[in-house]
């Protein structure tokens, strides 16, 4: 598993994503900057890490949606290379266009900052295979602009070829009402593009893989990558 | 040449912001609003002095970038 994470102006959570991507798969990834122009040959995996890139300026994830190395890491999705985007790097891919949809604000107003438990809703994927299918997790969400929002048509769409990766829930399980922290469609805390290859979500696995920090249970995210090629 | 381009949320779509702006005019005791939607609003000054290329310029830069037409409506006067 070659890893490469993209490292935009304020982006601030490459540090613990490439610390979880070494922990998984042994190897330590190539950082990038947002204006190189090709990712390093061989690689498997491209990630968007958290943060504020371009300070949320226009809206959060446009400027780097658009950023020079964009068009290395949308033809490497298109071959069916793997692409992950955590947070921050959630709101770049729907900018970006290699995810549907938008990440509004929360509909409360709030910066949310918590542990958070989400269900798995599939685990036949690159990202999953290492959780159980609806397996409960607990792991940390950190965003002010996280309500996914998105017209019916593509909601539709998202539920009925099993595209949604992720959904809030308490610690039961049970999804959504209060356990929706932001306002988002469906409860939907991540998804998957059309062929899966493409992950966005907006809570942060890469903070837990250490019980130090409260938990492992993001490990599963970066064992199945890591597993995968 | 100096142009303006408006970028409006969607119809439909929820504006949190707009609906915080006009709680906060009616604890003002500002009256007679009914709701409020944010958007944004863009000064730009174009080298050229041809208002249809002009045009045409400022729709391919909502389109790439100062709009997000999937929540957002824009409109541009030159």
């Known amino acids: 598993m070659k890893a490469a994470v993209i490292v935009f102006p304020g982006s601030n959570r490459e540090g613990d994503m490439a610390r979880a991507l070494k922990q998984a798969t042994g190897h330590k990834p190539s950082m990038l900057w947002h204006a190189d122009h090709e990712l390093p040959a061989g690689t498997d995996l491209v990630v968007l890490p958290g943060g504020f890139s371009y300070g949320d300026y226009l809206r959060c994830g446009a400027i780097a949606g658009r950023a020079a190395i964009m068009d290395a890491v949308r033809a490497h999705a298109a071959r069916g290379g793997l692409v992950l985007g955590v947070c921050n790097g959630f709101q770049i891919l729907c ?3 290699l995810l549907p949809g938008v990440l509004m604000r929360n509909a409360n107003l709030r910066f949310v ?5 989400l269900r798995v809703e599939r685990n036949d994927t690159a990202f ?3 959780y159980a299918r609806g397996q409960t997790i607990e792991v940390c969400i950190a965003h002010g602009e996280g309500n996914y929002e998105a017209d019916d048509a593509t909601i539709e769409r998202l539920e009925g070829e099993g595209l949604v990766a992720f959904r809030y829930c308490d610690s039961a399980g049970k999804v959504g009402g209060a356990a929706n922290p932001n306002g988002s469609r469906n ?4 998804i998957y593009s059309d062929r899966r290859n493409v992950l966005g979500l907006m809570p942060h696995p890469e903070n837990l893989i250490d019980p130090l920090v409260g938990g492992t249970d993001g490990r599963g995210l970066f064992e199945s990558l890591a597993s995968a090629a | ?8 949320l969607k119809s439909g779509i929820l504006d949190p912001q707009g609906k915080a702006i006009e709680g906060a005019l009616k604890s003002l005791g500002v009256e007679g609003v009914a709701s409020v939607r944010q958007g944004k609003v863009f000064d730009i000054e174009l080298a050229g ?4 290329l002009a045009r045409a310029q400022l729709q391919t ?5 100062l ?4 929540i957002e409506n824009y409109k541009i006067d030159v």
Do not use: F, P, W, Y
């Open chain 1, 95 to 97: 900018e970006s266009g």
């Open chain 1, 128 to 130: 999953t295979r290492h």
């Open chain 2, 1 to 8: 040449m100096k142009a303006r381009v408006v970028v409006t």
């Open chain 2, 67 to 70: 709009a997000n037409t999937v």
């Open chain 1, 187 to 190: 409860d939907i805390a991540g």
């Open chain 1, 113 to 117: 900052c918590r542990m958070q438990h």
């Open chain 2, 61 to 65: 830069a909502c389109e790439k970038l």
């Open chain 2, 49 to 52: 002095a041809d208002a249809k």
